[in-house]
């Protein structure tokens, strides 16, 4: 079983930047792949970010790739999704989920684990 537990999220402004965190516990071997996916009320949840825990290879949805950057701190279990120059639709749930192996899956669905997201709010 794998537990993840996000952190960082907020009110801010727009053009501000947050970071949030992802902590990482269970049994995964270091065999797994963290994503960021957000979600806004009655819209389809999106796609953000992933990367390898082995490598810290990462991948961006185009939607994002100018602003947004994933990373990790193995030592720490911890990954993280550095968002600069927020903007008011970015406001959303934000969440941090695992799939094993290490595969860089832009589909959402193919995540196993899901933390219990971190609110994110833009205001104008």
């Known amino acids: 079983q794998v537990q993840l537990v996000e952190s960082g999220g907020g009110l801010v402004q727009a053009g501000d930047s947050l970071r949030l965190s992802c902590t990482v516990t269970?049994?995964?071997?270091?065999?797994?792949?963290i994503g960021w996916i957000r979600q806004v009320p009655g819209k389809e949840r999106e796609f953000l970010a992933a990367i390898t825990w082995i490598t810290g290879a990462p991948a961006h949805a185009n939607s994002v790739l100018d602003r947004f950057t994933i990373s990790r701190d193995s030592a720490k279990n911890t990954a993280y999704l550095q968002m600069n120059s927020l903007e008011t639709w970015d406001t959303a749930m934000y969440y941090c989920?695992?799939?094993?192996?290490?595969?860089?899956?832009?589909?959402?669905?193919?995540?196993?684990?899901w933390g219990h997201g971190t609110q994110v709010t833009v205001s104008s």
């Open positions: 269970g049994r995964t071997f270091g065999d797994h792949t």
């Open positions: 989920a695992a799939r094993h192996g290490q595969v860089l899956s832009s589909d959402y669905r193919q995540y196993e684990y």
